[in-house]
């Protein structure tokens, strides 16, 4: 066990980052390791889970037990973990084409389920580790990528709403350029009993340079935290999208229950006697 | 089978029972499975249903005799109609011949023609008319006492059988039970019934496939398995989710094989040994799943319980036709285990020996059962417990020099687990170097690519890689479940005077290559027999440089079961 009180610069495993100058992920890295810090967790006892991305780099960078899946995967890797392990602290973190598009159905089912992990969307609203595609949280208009020359057409992901709709029992909205707020909200998070959705506006200066302009845009959630879904989902609604804030926060069980074994092996065998 | 049994009584006898649903054809089968066993004899059952989930019609293939069983035999001895709806479906599944005996009711109309152009003997028997001389009465219940009498087992067996397969149901079903498959004993016109005796020989287990399977897992220390429901193998899952809670362990029911596969990985970086089971459809889905389990070395165990393919293909039907995308599946080079259980018994410990091989190797395996195997009912002795020293190579007090993928002797590199300190490294499906930092270099990747290869290459995987029988210049080469017909041919053909030799791979990558041509030395005339439709294992051997250039390929696709007799048909009709 860890004894020595730990600094945030100590969960830095020092490998060093592929992200672009001025990308915000790295103001979420730096916010995760403060929120460690805060929490005192031991790094042994943190397992940072991703799929594949740029923001699914994160565990390569993070001091602690990791393990960097498939594309799309993280949630279902993470939920054998915390099953199998549930006296860890299980991170998942990863991107927006990650998290709602290859992997969408596995957010839906992590959000039904209430397990106790703290989910991380990073979300720049494009692919940016390969070079600038749309993803499901761009507008339909955005015309940019090559892929998609008159823009995807399609309406946007709507995160908060569908997290909440499947049953997700923590739903927050953070920024990368309000990192204290964003730590206190990782606090949060990881501490809430039961799964926690985070999502983190993060711009990608590369491909999205419009992204800058999300520092004059962002604002605090008029209301928030609620315990009812349905003014959850109005605030959710009526807001543009750069709300910021914890959303929603819900008590109920965590899944699974736990279950003291009753059993041997050899009695199992017994059934089969004739 | 006419009339009375004769000098085969209990020896081996193989008997059919049809039915339209709620009938009861499938009870019946399993009240004289488990009577077979009662008298201690060994026994098969398999069944077969029509396409509806439920209410159609279904039938029960047993096989009993008094040497262990492991496939149905060519023909069916006697034939129980509880009625005839629908029946002729399963005309190709219940084979007769002249010598067969149909016991038929009167009131369910005349024996379809694909029966009754066997030739075989129609006898009636009014189930109908004396099930409802009984309160409550139930047709199958008069059908098994018949049935249980012309295959000379003794009343009290049949009768021990009723009371304990339909203990559930409540004493006055038992009752009723009881009374009807004693004037089925009385009128099946059986001409000299057996002593009345209840005493086993032996102690027996009554165990399916899919079960054994479970099992093998247990045994092999999994505690974790996550799933997503799918036919022929759902049964593990629904047979292991409450024994795994009683052993302190968990399964979770998945949103779809991509999540189950994940999952499994998850468990199994934690410390605890996991696996899956699917079919055919999941397995396909599982390719990137188990690639990353195979760079990032977690071990891993996939139950394949196989039927008939490509697609959705014929979901309740058997076939042996997953061993290309067993052997070859992953992109990138990506060496894993592949192992078939040969048997019903055997799949408990194969299916061990997997879980324990994925786990000391930290790699992924694929045991390829299949529906034929996985749903058949046997009754066989206890599977015995072997020693498998193969532990997972753990690293409890890793220094802070520790790398995870570090080359060693042997290039199994000992692994930490999370919540141990000074032992974390991030696990990755990128390639990586030995502390597992992600790498593009040529050295890193020549270098983790030739450990995950050596590992398992240069493991000595002992005598278990196959079952060996005989020393003839005739060889029969199989896999899997395709073993119990090939050594019933393998006998059958010694019996005619022909010296006959057998290999049973249980081990199908890495392929033994030595060891299997040590096994074919002297041979003349090699046989590979599988049920599939291209010869998946033929030309697997093919491309190992194994098989001669002469050899014969018998592959005949599901979905009716291989039998003995079309095996030693197209040896002898050869030449």
Redesign the interface.
Known sequence: ??TVALKAKDYKSG?KPIWCPGCGHFAVFAAITRALAYLEL????V???SGIGCSSRL??YV????????H??A???????????P??NVLVAGGDGDGFSIGG??F??ACRRNIDLTYIVMDNRVYGMTKGQASPTTAPDWAKSKMTPHGTGVRRFQPAAIALSAGATFIARGYSGDPKGLTHMLVEAITHPGFSFLHVLSPCITFRPDQRSWKTGVHAFAEGPFEEPVEAAREIHADDGLGLGVLYAEKLPVW?PH???????A???RE??? | MKGEMGEKRNTDISVAITGSGGSGAVTAGLILLDAAARAGLYGLMMRSYGPQIRGGESASLLRFSSRPVACMDDHVDLLVGLDWRNAGRFAQEIPLTSASLVLSDPAAGAVPTSFAASGAEIRELAFKAHAEGVAKGRLNMVAVGAAGALCGLAQGVIDAAVRKTLAGKGSEVVEQAVVCASIGYEQAGAADPAPDSTSKSAERWNISGNEACGLGGLRGGVRFVAAYPITPASDILEWLAPRLERLGGSLVQAEDELASVNMIIGASYGGVPAMTATSGPGLSLMQEGLGLAVASETPVVVINVTRGGPSTGIPTKSEQSDLNIAVNGMHGDAPHLVLAPLNVPDCVFTTQWAIRLAEHLQTAAIVLSDQSLGQARTVIDPPGEREMPLERVAEPSPQADYRRYALTGDDISPMTLPGIAHGMYTADGLEHDELGIPSSLAADHHRQLNKRRDKINAFDFGADWAELQGDGALCLICWGSASGAVFEAGARLRAQGMSVRVIALRLLAPLRCDALTQALADVECTWVVEQNHSGQLYHYLKSQGVLADDAHLLARPGPIPLRPGEIVNAITENG
């Open positions: 066990m860890t490998v031991p790094k042994e006892r397992a940072m889970i565990p390569a001091d602690s037990y990791g393990f960097h899946g498939l799309g995967r949630l279902p890797l993470a939920t054998g973990l915390k099953v199998a392990r006296e860890l159905n596995h839906l089912h699974p279950i003291k074994p009753s059993g041997s092996l009695e199992v065998e089969f006697l004739t």
